[in-house]
Structures are given as structure tokens and as C-alpha cells.
T-cell receptor, first 113, second 108 residues
Framework: SAVISQKPSRDICQRGTSLTIQCQVDSQVTMMFWYRQQPGQSLTLIATANQGSEATYESGFVIDKFPISRPNLTFSTLTVSNMSPEDSSIYLC??????????FGSGTRLTVV | KNQVEQSPQSLIILEGKNCTLQCNYTVSPFSNLRWYKQDTGRGPVSLTIMTFSENTKSNGRYTATLDADTKQSSLHITASQLSDSASYICVAGTALIFGKGTTLSVSS
């Protein structure tokens, strides 16, 4: 299956700042996804990152708060902007490849203080 | 409303024992059901994927069942090991609706 390198693995950030999370895949994939996992909650899809076009955001998530870049078929970034303690979560990237299904990165544990 | 409910929320068992985790779903469109294992501090890892026409699928000591009529699935773990301690997440439908997971702790 696809191998995903996600970093940082964890960070503690001050409120009002921004953090950019990187996701690198070992091979080209068409679709990459970003999820949020709040404490005790299920994974929630933030957006689908498409190469060559703007990301598609799910209801409740906006580009100004979670800008996404997808410069090529193996890399994507998610930025959590103007952070508040409510943004403390685990953020995961995921890719889909036919025959392998979905593969997830190891996640970024974000704590906002 | 699409939703996936898992039970129990948490479970503690002794090493070597069997256990069964439950998943009830109300998801449309429904084409498949997935079970993932998520170790603490890691991303989810796929255990099984079943289409709506499949009733059971095994992956080593993990066996998943699916009843599409009652919209229920279960994950049975046989001869549990300490390394089975993790969160098990049920995911249903084309749109990937995630359950909150069952936290399993295996003790010696």
C-alpha cells in the first residue's frame, strides 16, 4: 500500500498563530484527503485536495481557516490558520488508490495553548 | 442522517480471550464497510473491506461480518494479544462515514 510521511507528528502552538502540516506520498495519487479527529470524536473530512485545482471543502470548513496546497501528485499541505484552543485535534492526511483502498498518514497531534 | 454507531465505547479483556465489537450504520449510499485499527498516536490502518454483497471477511485473527439487511457489522478478534490494544473504527459508505471507535485494552 501507499506509504505516507506526515509531519510534524505533534506540535504545541500559541493561539493566533498558524501551523502548516505536510503530507508526502511515495507515489503519485490523484486524490488526497485531510481529516480532523477531535478528542473522543470520529474522523471528520475537512477537504479533498486535487492537483491543479482548488481543494473541495466539506460543510463547516472554509479555505480561509484551512488553506490547502497540492502542488503535485505526491505532496500536499494543510494550514491551520489563526489557531484557537478549539483547533486542538489530530489532523490526518489520506490517499486513495484503487485496489489498495484508503491509506492514512500517522497524524499530527496539535495542541493550541 | 448518515451515521455510524459503535459499541461498546471501550472494552478491557485478558490476553488470549476473544471479543466482538459492534457497528450499526445508517448510511446512504452504501457500497462497502471498512474496519480500521488505530494505534495510539498513529493513523488508521485498514483491517477489512466488505462490499454489500459480502457476509464475512477475515484478516488473520480478525473476522468481520456484515448484515446489509439489518445494517449491522461486527469485528471478532480471536486469541487477543497485547498488541491488539487500539481503537477500532467502523467506516461505512461511499462517503466514508466514520464511527467514533471502540477502544480495546488487552491486559496480561
Amino acid at each position: 500500500s501507499a506509504v505516507i510521511s506526515q509531519k510534524p507528528s505533534r506540535d504545541i502552538c500559541q493561539r493566533g498563530t498558524s501551523l502548516t502540516i505536510q503530507c508526502q506520498v511515495d507515489s503519485q495519487v490523484t486524490m488526497m484527503f485531510w481529516y480532523r479527529q477531535q478528542p473522543g470524536q470520529s474522523l471528520t473530512l475537512i477537504a479533498t485536495a486535487n492537483q491543479g485545482s482548488e481543494a473541495t471543502y466539506e460543510s463547516g470548513f472554509v479555505i480561509d481557516k484551512f488553506p490547502i496546497s497540492r502542488p503535485n501528485l505526491t505532496f500536499s499541505t494543510l494550514t491551520v490558520s489563526n489557531m484557537s484552543p478549539e483547533d486542538s485535534s489530530i489532523y490526518l492526511c489520506s490517499v486513495y488508490r484503487g485496489g489498495e483502498g484508503y491509506t492514512f498518514g500517522s497524524g499530527t497531534r496539535l495542541t493550541v495553548v | 442522517k448518515n451515521q455510524v454507531e459503535q459499541s461498546p465505547q471501550s472494552l478491557i479483556i485478558l490476553e488470549g480471550k476473544n471479543c466482538t465489537l459492534q457497528c450499526n450504520y445508517t448510511v446512504s449510499p452504501f457500497s462497502n464497510l471498512r474496519w480500521y485499527k488505530q494505534d495510539t498516536g498513529r493513523g488508521p490502518v485498514s483491517l477489512t473491506i466488505m462490499t454489500f454483497s459480502e457476509n464475512t471477511k477475515s484478516n488473520g485473527r480478525y473476522t468481520a461480518t456484515l448484515d446489509a439487511d439489518t445494517k449491522q457489522s461486527s469485528l471478532h478478534i480471536t486469541a487477543s494479544q497485547l498488541s491488539d490494544s487500539a481503537s477500532y473504527i467502523c467506516v461505512a459508505g461511499t462517503a466514508l462515514i466514520f464511527g467514533k471507535g471502540t477502544t480495546l485494552s488487552v491486559s496480561s
